[in-house]
């Protein structure tokens, strides 16, 4: 099973940028689909973001398009989120998940994910 390690998570005003980085190890990981997914206090997990295996599809909730992107370095076993833009309801822990070969919109469901430890972004306003 894959182990992965979030970072660059951080306190950042309203309109701010911040880049969030999954470092994996224990796997292939050019066979692991990535996803980042959010909880906020008091409320349930949810999916941000995926990109599959290769980096040629990627998969949004509609609140975060044209905001935020995922992206891949399979030579890093490193995936990214791009965060811009942003407001403070994107306030969360953030976690970034795994799952062999499965597509960008399938990893919305989260199930038979390895995940992170999570990182936390405050959004002030």
């Known amino acids: 099973q894959v182990q992965l390690v979030e970072s660059g998570g951080g306190l950042v005003q309203a309109g701010g940028s911040l880049r969030l980085s999954c470092a994996a190890s224990?796997?292939?990981?050019?066979?692991?689909?990535m996803g980042w997914f959010r909880q906020a206090p008091g409320k349930e997990r949810e999916f941000v973001a995926a990109i599959n295996w290769n980096g040629v599809n990627t998969y949004y909730r509609d609140s975060v398009k044209g905001r935020f992107t995922v992206s891949r370095d399979n030579t890093k076993n490193t995936a990214y989120l791009q965060m811009n833009t942003l407001k403070p309801e994107d306030t969360a822990v953030y976690y970034c998940?795994?799952?062999?070969?499965?597509?960008?919109?399938?990893?919305?469901?989260?199930?038979?994910?390895?995940w992170g430890q999570g990182t936390q972004v405050t959004v002030s306003s």
């Open positions: 224990g796997g292939t990981f050019s066979t692991q689909s």
């Open positions: 998940a795994a799952a062999f070969l499965t597509s960008a919109a399938a990893m919305v469901s989260g199930k038979k994910h390895s």
